[in-house]
């Protein structure tokens, strides 16, 4: 497939009365998002936290408590998100959530649905919040879907800023690079863009940042949030020529279409103005990377 339309969410964190009002939200997204287009759904990075809610406020008010409790919802979470990628015949990434581990810790983890199928990267490089105070432990290894709507690569909100993650999953064969991002300052959330450009600029390929919106001041995991949807490319030829294909309105809930023609993506990479991707290994010194799993979804 050469063009694909995706949808970016602008998420609003939101109370909520029981998983029933849950998977209206979520049911209603989607909708708007397929009757947009949109083959390819991006939620955020720890949307998932607003099921908190539903346990009340004592749990959703413990940060401890409150990582604990949804692991009793994530299963049919995960359900829901499955049904609705079949019946649509979508690709949708869920919201990311801290997944309960063998050894009891818990690791921030992105799941991809297709219309049959799953997949999962977890989150590599904690920030000092996620290291200090939530205690969520770094993941494991790297991931690049071979789907049929092109290779899919995703970092989660700060990996984004470590170029040689997202090198390597351009390695493998990455078009698109998806990032769930949750900041709750404005300097947080231009850092993240600015690493989303960055990285489009430097391998060839189209990022898409997707992040959580509002204030939930009940939740002191997503109390604060700050940010706007953007898809970004290359500046070269076929491309704007700032790099930026679409962006949303600060802080605004709503989703973000645009349109991806991952063919430019081939022939930038091919015969651009520049050739970054291509002359990335004649820097000196440039490092040896480690591999990247390719997965059939």
């Known amino acids: 497939m050469a063009s694909l339309r995706i949808a970016a969410a602008q998420y609003p964190i939101d109370r909520l009365s029981d998983l029933a009002s849950f998977e209206m939200k979520l049911s209603q997204w989607v909708a708007e998002a397929v009757d947009g287009g949109a083959k390819l759904l991006v939620f955020p990075e720890y949307g998932s936290m607003e099921l908190?809610?539903?346990?009340?406020?004592?749990?959703?008010?413990?940060?401890?408590?409150?990582?604990?409790?949804?692991?009793?919802?994530?299963?049919?979470?995960?359900?829901?998100h499955a049904a609705l990628a079949r019946k649509h015949g979508i690709y949708i990434l869920a919201a990311s959530a801290p997944v309960r581990q063998i050894d009891g810790g818990f690791v921030n983890t992105a799941r991809l649905f297709a219309p049959h199928g799953v997949g999962a990267q977890e989150k590599l490089v904690m920030t000092r919040f996620e290291r200090e105070t939530w205690k969520i432990a770094p993941g494991r290894g790297l991931r690049v879907f071979d789907t049929a709507i092109g290779r899919i690569g995703v970092s989660i909100c700060y990996d984004a800023e470590f170029p040689l993650i997202v090198r390597t999953l351009a390695e493998a064969g990455a078009q698109m690079i998806?990032?769930?991002?949750?900041?709750?300052?404005?300097?947080?959330?231009?850092?993240?863009?600015?690493?989303?450009?960055?990285?489009?600029?430097?391998?060839?390929?189209?990022?898409?940042?997707?992040?959580?919106?509002?204030?939930?001041?009940?939740?002191?995991?997503?109390?604060?949030?700050?940010?706007?949807?953007?898809?970004?490319?290359?500046?070269?030829?076929?491309?704007?020529?700032d790099g930026v294909i679409a962006t949303g309105r600060l802080d605004e809930p709503a989703w973000v279409f645009a349109d991806l023609d991952l063919a430019r993506i081939d022939a930038v990479r091919r015969a651009g103005q520049v050739l970054n991707f291509a002359h990335w290994r004649d820097q000196p010194g440039a490092p040896v990377l480690p591999r990247a799993d390719v997965v059939k979804l």
């Not at 749990?59 to 299963?75: E, M, Y």
Request: glycine share 6%.
């Open 52 to 80: 908190a809610s539903i346990f009340g406020d004592k749990i959703a008010s413990d940060l401890a408590r409150s990582i604990a409790a949804i692991q009793d919802l994530l299963p049919e979470v995960d359900a829901l």
């Open 178 to 241: 998806l990032v769930p991002s949750c900041t709750d300052t404005l300097a947080g959330y231009h850092r993240v863009r600015l690493a989303c450009a960055a990285r489009a600029l430097e391998n060839q390929c189209y990022v898409v940042q997707a992040p959580t919106v509002g204030a939930a001041p009940w939740s002191p995991a997503v109390d604060i949030n700050i940010g706007a949807a953007g898809v970004f490319s290359t500046p070269d030829a076929g491309m704007p020529d």
